[in-house]
């Protein structure tokens, strides 16, 4: 397996994943602004793109994702949840932070907490993550974890957003700090730096503050 983490694109710094298996079968975690940028890549490396996998439905992490797709035939996949952002300018935020519509992105594959998406040799499990969005995923390889803007180095994702729960987020959070404790994922997010799931444990408050939580609701229950 090979991971090319792509620069930050646009005013927003999203982060983006090329991901690819020996046989040059490969996906795209999240397509955010730089649709020629992300082609160029793609093309320099050899991969045949054969799904972009999207972590939740704002805009500076779908743009690119029609492009890419049509240059590529890439299938776009995303969380049934978030499906209606794909063409919706008030919930993927295009009207909020008053830029141009996305490209419409007619066809998509939905996916659900648990599923496994397959590119070539490579198994993604999908984790559903709301918070920052209701249809907010991660996506788990072998020890990579993509987990797009529901966790941060140090911090988490905002949901002061459209569609946004902080309830849903610290349910998130507490569910990711007992996930599979043994396993010191890679983190990869969708903004900053990268992180592993030990150092989160360890250093994150908001992660910490939503175990914490959980475990007080567990003994009253």
């Not at 090319?4 to 999203?14: D, E, W």
């Not at 998509?108 to 040799?121: C, K, L, N």
């Not at 911090?155 to 946004?164: A, L, V």
């Not at 007992?178 to 989160?200: C, I, Q, R, V, W």
């Amino acid at each position: 397996m090979n991971v090319l983490n792509l620069p930050p694109l646009s005013q927003f710094g999203v982060n983006s994943y090329l991901i690819w298996d020996e046989n040059m079968n490969g996906a795209l975690i999240d397509a955010p602004y730089g649709g020629d940028y992300i082609l160029k890549q793609i093309a320099e490396k050899g991969v045949k793109l054969k799904k972009i996998l999207l972590t939740h439905g704002h805009c500076d992490h779908i743009t690119s994702a029609a492009y890419v797709s049509y240059k590529t035939g890439a299938e776009i996949v995303i969380h049934s949840a978030d499906r209606e952002k794909l063409t919706n300018g008030k919930t993927n935020l295009t009207e909020y932070f008053g830029l141009p519509p996305v490209d419409p992105i007619g066809e998509a594959t939905e996916i659900q907490d648990g599923d496994i998406v397959t590119v070539g040799e490579l198994e993604f499990e999908v984790l559903h993550t709301p918070g920052h969005t209701s249809g907010s995923v991660c996506y788990i390889l072998g020890d990579n974890m993509y987990c797009g803007d529901t966790l941060f180095k140090n911090s988490m994702g905002r949901t002061d957003m459209t569609d946004g729960s902080e309830k849903a987020m610290y349910e998130s959070l507490a569910m990711l700090y007992d996930f599979d404790t043994k396993t010191d994922y890679k983190l990869f997010s969708g903004h900053g730096e990268n992180s592993t799931m030990f150092e989160e444990r360890a250093h994150n408050p908001y992660m910490k503050y939503a175990w914490d939580i959980l475990r007080v609701r567990n003994k009253k229950t």
